[in-house]
């Protein structure tokens, strides 16, 4: 297992066929509030031109699952085809463990990667499908990782005899040592003939395959990883008769078979249903701690990164805006957009002034805020601000000055809880959307009734409209 660093990468697609990429000249080493609102802005339109990626800084520790999230066209598939080999940066360095692998070719990287469509070989088994990479690999002195030193690199996993599922199960067997002779048992062979008749005979059924040194081992961790990911049954199996969920989880599998360094995973889950979905999203997460592989998964949808990160990056528009734990996100967002993002319904932003030392005027009310607030907003003095806050810490009050008055427009009654989404009443206010409004199921709210809302002081987020940045006190 190994960390992964990504240091200051770019990536430019040529604006037209065989133009070159655009190549920064500078490269400062923090965003500053500048980028981050340039970034906000359509990649393709900002004055580093053609830019998909920019200045990204990212270290994955080791045996970390990290998951990158951003919205659909972020960068998020170039950023992992780009650590994966698979596309060339324009500029940039990419670290796995010690090694600079910036011009190594995919296959030398020692990272497998598992994309949203399976890309199964639909006319291979399950098996071969397994074995494929395995087969291909070379390790050290020219041959497969001998099974123990594969079982020992993953650590807690138990050892491929106590799964059960052991050579002798398929009928298998060498020369050499064999419970279950083949037909080839008795002849004299050379190591070229071998190699020859374990080609010829892969395709027919096990019992009667070649089966070399080799081949042994390919079995041995096929079998063991179908045995973790419980797709024993469906070994023999083509992809065509598999269903959704059993299709993803062998591609999994191919690449916990290859025990690579590192495992990237692009939207594996966007094509299972809800149910399924959630099914495996464990699944991936418990696997991933056994392995104890280092894991960059890619998701555009933030319950997915909530609930499997170890930590998120939250990307927009090419550029990494946050990187924290999952809860930290979420009650410290950064800037705006992972505010917005982050969440879900998303966080309310209400625009205010403010005036030192701990008042905010917004068109319906006023609001003494709390003592930590004076030293840091004290440069804000009779500005405009925006006030985030979740639809959790808005609740239903009494008739106040420091209340909201508002019309519900849309009651979402979900059982366990209820989403309301209402407009600020006498409503002048262009820039005010509706707010979201998270209330007790038990709570009644009709729509068109008139309410008032009050806001949890102590849950209350301050952006700077103009970068968007949040202003934090300490
Ligand atoms: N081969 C390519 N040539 C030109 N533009 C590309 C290419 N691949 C991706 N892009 C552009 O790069 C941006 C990021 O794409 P992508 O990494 O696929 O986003 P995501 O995975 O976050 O949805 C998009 O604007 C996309 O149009
Ligand atoms: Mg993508």
Known sequence: MAQVVLENIYKSFPDRQGERAVVPVAT??????????????????????????RRINLTVVDGEFMVLVGPS??????????????EEMTG?????????????????????????NYALYPHMTVYDNLAFGLRRTKLGNGELGAPTQWSQRRAGVPPVEATGVGLGAWGMGSRENSAFPTPYSLLPISKWAENLLVGMTRSLPKGLRYVNERERSVDQQVCHVAALLQIEALLNRLPKQLSGGQKQRVALGRAIARNPQVFLMDEPLSNLDAKLRAETRAQIVKLQRQLGTTTIYVTHDQTEAMTMGDRIAVMC?????????????????ATRFVAEFIGSPPMNFLPVQFHAPLLIIHPQFRLKLPEVWATVL???????????????????????????????????????ETYLSVNPSESDLTATASLQVRIAPDQVARIGEQLWLSLALDKIHFFDPDTGLAIWHH
Not at 318 to 330: D, F, N, R
């Open 92 to 116: 940039g360095n990419i670290w796995v463990g010690k090694r600079l692998v910036n011009d190594l070719p995919p296959k030398e990287r020692d990272i497998a990667m598992v994309f949203q």
């Open 378 to 416: 004290q440069k804000y003095d009779g500005q405009s601000l925006i006030l985030g806050i979740r639809p959790e810490h808005l609740s239903l009050s009494v008739a106040a000055s420091k209340n909201l008055l508002v019309q519900v427009d849309l009651v979402e009654a979900l059982g366990n």
């Open 317 to 333: 528009a090419g550029s990494i805006q946050q990187v924290a734990h999952p809860l930290e996100l979420y009650n410290r967002p």
């Open 73 to 86: 066209g972020c960068g998020k598939s170039t950023l992992l085809r780009l650590i994966a080999g698979l």
């Open 28 to 53: 400062p080493p923090l965003l500053t509030a500048d980028e981050l609102q340039l970034a906000d802005s359509d990649p393709t339109t900002n004055r580093l031109g053609t830019n998909v990626l």
